[in-house]
């Protein structure tokens, strides 16, 4: 954990390697903002091509019914100019704000579902109203177990 303001979070890496996972305690988002970030370190060890730089959420086929779903998702601008809203609407970066909203939602933890409740009620921009995300969250899981990243029998909707 970090005290800085300049970010919420940072999943640090070279190349291939990882270095780690940062999260600052500062402003009350650190279940959210730890999630976000171990989203992207899932992301990149999955599938990482140095040429393109890019990562797995945008183009391993394990993803692929999870970037159909989350192509209609609402696109919640995020402050800042058109380059930072591309980037904040990048695959990477939609990835990791639905993993850390299934994980709160199917935690089974009162706590971080509460923090999921009040994020929602507060209509914040990282998250979408559960309506909207109920289906995402499916293909967020399918993901996982379609990589053979699950022990346990997902009680998936069909």
Same mark, same amino acid.
């Not at 730089?53 to 394990?62: D, M």
């Not at 346990?152 to 909707?157: D, H, I, V």
């Given at each position: 954990?970090?005290?800085?303001? #300049?970010? =919420?979070?940072? /999943?640090? /890496?070279?190349k291939r390697d990882p270095i780690?996972?940062?999260?600052?305690?500062?402003?009350?988002?650190?279940?959210?903002?730890?999630?976000?970030?171990?989203?992207h370190l899932v992301?990149?060890?999955v599938h990482y091509d140095r040429k393109s730089?890019?990562?797995?959420?945008?183009?391993? &086929? =394990?993803f692929a019914g999870w970037r159909s779903a989350a192509s209609m998702l609402e696109q919640r601008p995020l402050p800042g100019g058109a380059g930072r809203q591309r980037y904040f609407q990048c695959a990477h970066e939609v990835w990791a704000?639905?993993?850390?909203?299934?994980?709160?939602l199917? #935690?089974?933890?009162?706590?971080l579902e509460r923090q999921l409740e009040k994020l929602q009620g507060d209509d914040d921009i990282h998250v979408w109203s559960a309506a909207q995300f109920a289906p995402i969250a499916v293909e967020v899981?399918?993901?996982f177990e379609q990589l053979g990243l699950t022990q346990? =029998?997902? &009680?998936?909707?069909?």
């Open positions: 954990m970090t005290s800085t303001i #300049s970010e =919420a979070g940072a /999943y640090r /890496y070279r780690d996972v940062r999260v600052s305690r500062v402003g009350g988002r650190v279940a959210l903002g730890f999630l976000h970030e171990l989203a992301d990149h060890q730089r890019v990562w797995a959420s945008a183009v391993h &086929p =394990a704000r639905c993993y850390a909203q299934t994980v709160l199917r #935690s089974g933890d009162s706590v899981e399918r993901v346990l =029998a997902l &009680p998936l909707a069909a």
